[in-house]
Nanobody, 119 residues
Framework: QVRLVESGGGLVQPGGSLRLSCLAS????????MGWYRQAPGKQRELVAT???????IYTDSVKGRFTISRDNAKNTVYLQMNSLTPEDTAVYFC?????????????WGQGTQVTVSS
């Protein structure tokens, strides 16, 4: 079983910054792409950013130029640096990873971390 645990959420003023982290742990697994999704109240979960094991990234348009996704493969950790935050960024942020355990490919999710942007 592979577990994803997010950290780094919280309350920040508009224009501020936060850095989210997500650690993957478990036994005998490898990780392909990792990513961050978010879900605001009353809205569907949406992709924020993804990063492959080789470092290629994709961002949703609304966060381009403000958010940066990165990963440390040795630590099985993915990060999301969020700058110039706006109230529209308020959501629960979820970590996602494509995980291979033996002959099985799994889509793993973290429990989510709340990000609130408010003055």
């Amino acid at each position: 079983q592979v577990r994803l645990v997010e950290s780094g959420g919280g309350l920040v003023q508009p224009g501020g910054s936060l850095r989210l982290s997500c650690l993957a742990s478990g036994r005998a697994f490898s990780i392909n792409a990792m990513g961050w999704y978010r879900q605001a109240p009353g809205k569907q979960r949406e992709l924020v950013a993804t990063i492959t094991s080789g470092g290629s990234t994709i961002y949703t348009d609304s966060v381009k130029g403000r958010f940066t996704i990165s990963r440390d493969n040795a630590k099985n950790t993915v990060y999301l640096q969020m700058n110039s935050l706006t109230p529209e960024d308020t959501a629960v942020y979820f970590c996602n990873a494509g995980v291979v355990v033996g002959a099985f490919a799994l889509n793993a999710w973290g429990q989510g971390t709340q990000v609130t942007v408010s003055s």
